[in-house]
């Protein structure tokens, strides 16, 4: 599970995917089984956290690597790269952003 926290050296990732109510539930399958079964055994990977929004024709994935190198190492990898093509076929668009958390509340 995600502990957010501006403490950290971690590199966050922010990915959103825009898809339809028709795609929707097959790409989360698709982000589940990356996640379950390469993600999260690579190297650097901290933790991740997968939303949908009440329409579904939005997801969010929240995720936290060791090092930005750690998570470009895991985006160039031969099986990341075959997952992806996969993926952006279920979806409009995705685009996974690098952030710093620079705040928290609650």
């Given at each position: 599970?995600?502990?957010?926290?501006?403490?950290?050296?971690?590199?966050?990732?922010?990915?959103?995917?825009?898809?339809?109510?028709?795609?929707?539930?097959?790409?989360l399958?698709?982000?589940?089984?990356?996640?379950?079964?390469?993600?999260?055994?690579?190297?650097?990977?901290?933790?991740?956290?997968?939303?949908?929004?009440?329409?579904?024709?939005?997801?969010?994935?929240?995720?936290?690597?060791?090092?930005?190198e750690?998570?470009?190492?895991?985006?160039?990898?031969?099986?990341?790269?075959?997952?992806?093509?996969?993926?952006?076929?279920?979806?409009?668009?995705?685009?996974?952003?690098?952030?710093?958390?620079?705040?928290?509340?609650?």
């Open positions: 599970m995600p502990h957010i926290t501006s403490q950290t050296t971690h590199q966050t990732v922010l990915t959103t995917f825009e898809a339809t109510p028709g795609t929707c539930q097959d790409l399958d698709l982000l589940e089984d990356a996640y379950r079964d390469f993600i999260s055994k690579q190297s650097g990977f901290i933790a991740a956290g997968l939303h949908v929004n009440d329409a579904q024709t939005r997801i969010a994935n929240y995720s936290q690597w060791r090092s930005r750690d998570f470009q190492a895991m985006l160039r990898s031969d099986e990341m790269r075959a997952r992806n093509r996969k993926i952006n076929d279920l979806c409009k668009s995705f685009e996974p952003v690098m952030y710093d958390v620079v705040a928290t509340f609650g």
